[in-house]
Nanobody
């Protein structure tokens, strides 16, 4: 069982930066692929970024590639999403998710077993 808690959301002007954190409980964090998803009002949840477990690859949605960076610190049981050059269209609730014992993380939300409660990111123009 993995419990996830996001933090770091807030209000920022366009062009600004935020870093989201996802703190995980349990001793299985290192065996989890981690993903970030977001959901804007009236829209479906969409993939943002994913990171394989234990030093594997990173994967990004085209809309955030070059602006967002996903990372993890297994010693701290924490995943991060560094968001730079934010745009108003990045406004959404951001969720972190964990998928246990998967070598290549998925971009499909249905593949992830564990989810955080979400953190609001609002980018003003």
């Amino acid at each position: 069982q993995v419990q996830l808690v996001e933090s770091g959301g807030g209000l920022v002007q366009a062009g600004g930066s935020l870093r989201l954190s996802c703190a995980a409980s349990g001793r299985t964090f290192g065996n989890c692929a981690m993903g970030w998803f977001r959901q804007a009002p009236g829209k479906e949840r969409e993939f943002v970024a994913a990171l394989a477990r234990r030093g594997g690859g990173t994967y990004y949605a085209d809309s955030v590639k070059g602006r967002f960076t996903i990372s993890r610190d297994n010693a701290k049981n924490t995943a991060y999403l560094q968001m730079n050059s934010l745009k108003p269209e990045d406004t959404a609730v951001y969720y972190c998710a964990a998928d246990l014992l998967v070598d290549i993380p998925s971009s499909r939300a249905a593949e992830y077993e564990y989810w955080g409660q979400g953190t609001q990111v609002t980018v003003s123009s």
